[in-house]
């Protein structure tokens, strides 16, 4: 793995397995032996979680630890709506999508009620990666073309983890080279760049399609993440999107928005992040926390995109869609609803906000604070440096000390200096303060 990639960031050293408790010992050294080294493993101190309740997680010993990480468990671990939701179903029918089932075309409908009319056909899948495979394959079908058609994304994007998804994914590092049909724009880095994040955006976004017209490549569409979460969560100004996207259409392709990250309500402004920039996009991917953990993921298209893919193709995904992931996705929806999750994601994440910005003010160190809802960044700097200079050192002395005091958070952003803040959507006033005591404690400390 390259030390340059997404999965790079906070991940455990080998070398200091001597400094964790002995159960934890045993498991990481069984890890190895059957993982290898391909997946890492977060923390100095890695943590063994055995059960879960709303924003806590308990390790081997019943210690309880604070989530402000987990985005999955959107609506809280082990939400008991969901997991009765799951229970019944699977003890009545568990199946695919080639029979009939009331189940799924409810969740189906209901799912698109969520989304502008124009977004009114939904392919179901396993993953986001699956999601994101399928709209690149949309997107090429729609311009005629089999494989290679152009692709945009940002600098440090993470999509998934396909081959096809791989090569438009840069923040696997150079390990892993984006294909030769991939042009990479900056993120809309509104804190290290001054004037108008829509229009360098636009401007970049225009160029990347230039220069693949100049390759012979013909262009097929944008893809972004519409928080763009790990190339450091850019969210302002709300709109900004909006001119890039007009290029996109003015050159023939598609504006794909990938909503893995901050859909179902994440950013506090309605169910999706696109909203907050208004511009409907021509197809939206979705997953993580669509079942609160069951694997359920989706890519919804306009009529005419699905005609264009059914005249090429058909779909079948074994468990895509599969009905007891419809019943849990469906009680996520409930859950939403019902306990008002994303009034309460607004009014959580404003006054997260508000403390992470007042520690900004004691501290040279954090050079921005920023987010929407419940996800948010802190940007560690170098406060002697003249341009902003990352420091990853101090995010993650951060987030290892939170660890040591049983609250989880990471860090995102190419050199891995932004900390990244994406609780469960239940997170409360009183979890946020126990975070921000945390924290005070920590930077006065260094
Ligand atoms: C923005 C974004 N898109 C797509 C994916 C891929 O999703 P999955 O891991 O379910 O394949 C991820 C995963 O982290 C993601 O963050």
């Not at 010993?61 to 468990?73: C, K, Q, W």
């Not at 199946?95 to 969740?107: A, C, F, I």
């Not at 893995?260 to 939206?284: N, S």
Request: charged share 20%.
């Amino acid at each position: 793995m390259s030390n340059d990639s997404m999965l790079a960031l906070n991940t455990f050293d080998p070398a200091g397995v001597a400094r964790i408790d002995a159960v934890t010992r045993d498991l990481v050294r069984r890890r190895s032996s059957v993982f290898g080294a391909a997946v890492p493993l977060f923390y100095e101190q890695p943590a063994n979680f055995v059960r879960a309740e709303g924003v806590w997680l308990y390790d081997h010993e019943d210690r309880p630890y604070l989530d402000a990480y987990n985005n999955v468990p959107s609506v809280g671990h082990c939400h008991p709506h969901v997991v009765n939701a799951i229970a019944q179903q699977a003890a009545r029918l568990n199946t695919h999508t080639r029979y009939l089932s009331d189940v799924v075309y409810s969740y189906s409908e209901r799912l698109l009620s969520t989304l502008p009319d124009a977004l009114s056909k939904v392919f179901f899948t396993s993953s986001g990666t699956e999601s994101v495979d399928l709209a690149m394959r949309v997107a090429r079908y729609r311009i005629g073309c089999t494989r290679d058609a152009g692709f945009i994304v940002t600098r440090f994007a993470y999509h998934g983890n396909s081959t096809a998804v791989a090569e438009i994914t840069p923040a696997f590092g150079p390990g892993v080279p984006i294909g030769a049909h991939v042009r990479t724009v900056p993120a809309p880095d509104g804190y290290r760049n001054e004037g108008d994040v829509g229009e360098y955006f636009a401007t970049a976004v225009e160029a990347a399609i230039a220069d693949l017209t100049r390759h012979g490549i013909p262009f097929a569409g944008m893809i972004v993440d519409t928080v763009f979460s790990s190339d450091g969560l850019f969210v302002e100004p709300a709109g900004f999107l909006r001119r890039a996207v007009e290029v996109v259409r003015r050159a023939g392709g598609v504006y794909i928005a990938d909503e893995v990250q901050p859909g179902f309500g994440r950013t506090g402004a309605g169910m999706w992040g696109f909203e907050r920039h208004g511009v409907v996009p021509d197809m939206v991917v979705m997953g993580k926390p669509m079942g609160n953990g069951m694997p359920i993921a989706a890519l919804v298209v306009t009529d005419e995109l699905m005609d264009q893919f059914v005249a090429r193709s058909e779909y079948f995904n074994t468990f895509g869609g599969n009905t007891v992931c419809c019943a849990a996705a469906s009680a996520v929806l409930d859950v939403i609803e019902k306990e008002g999750l994303i009034a309460h994601a607004a009014d959580s994440g404003n006054y997260l906000k508000s403390g992470l910005e007042s520690l900004k003010r004691k501290h040279d160190s954090i050079g921005d604070v920023r987010g929407a809802g419940l996800y948010l960044a802190v940007e560690f700097i170098d406060p002697d440096s003249d341009d902003k200079a990352p420091d990853a050192r101090e995010a993650l002395r951060v987030v290892n000390a939170l660890r040591a005091r049983r609250i989880l958070i990471s860090v995102c952003g190419a050199a891995g200096h932004i900390l990244k803040i994406r609780p469960p959507l239940v997170f409360s006033r009183a979890n946020s303060d126990h975070l921000l005591d945390a924290m005070r404690e920590i930077l006065a400390d260094s």
